[in-house]
């Protein structure tokens, strides 16, 4: 099982990034797939999820109408447009799998099976 993170870097603020997430994950289960950033000197935060299907999304209030969180299950890879960026936005952002087991719980960090190594993303002012 591995979770690889990349696509971060360096934007002035008002830009935009995406970030991947291509997950090698156990084909016979289906797994929600989530977004969370931890800045220097702060905890961990929910970004974005999406459900298994893709056909539902779930955003933090500060990113909502910035970020988009999508899904491509053919090519096992997750998406995070970022766009309008802020200082306050810049962090390591991880992505995480959740099996689905009947139900799913997209901000709820200690509920993901599964983490990527982290890809930073830093906003200059």
């Known amino acids: 099982v591995q979770l690889q993170a990349s696509g971060g870097g360096l934007v002035q603020a008002g830009g935009s990034l995406r970030l991947s997430c291509a997950a090698s994950l156990p084909t016979h289960k289906n797994y929600g797939m989530g977004w969370f950033r931890q800045a220097p000197g702060k905890e961990r935060e929910f970004v974005a999820g999406i459900s298994w299907s893709g056909g539902s999304t779930y955003y933090a209030d500060s990113v909502k109408g910035r970020f988009t969180i999508s899904r491509d299950n053919a090519k096992r890879t997750v998406y995070l447009q970022m766009n309008s960026l802020k200082p306050e936005d810049t962090a390591v952002y991880y992505c995480?799998?959740?099996?689905?087991?009947?139900?799913?719980?997209?901000?709820?960090?200690?509920?993901?099976?599964?983490w990527g190594q982290g890809t930073l993303v830093t906003v200059s002012s």
């Open positions: 995480a799998a959740q099996e689905y087991n009947g139900s799913y719980h997209p901000d709820r960090a200690r509920v993901y099976d599964y």
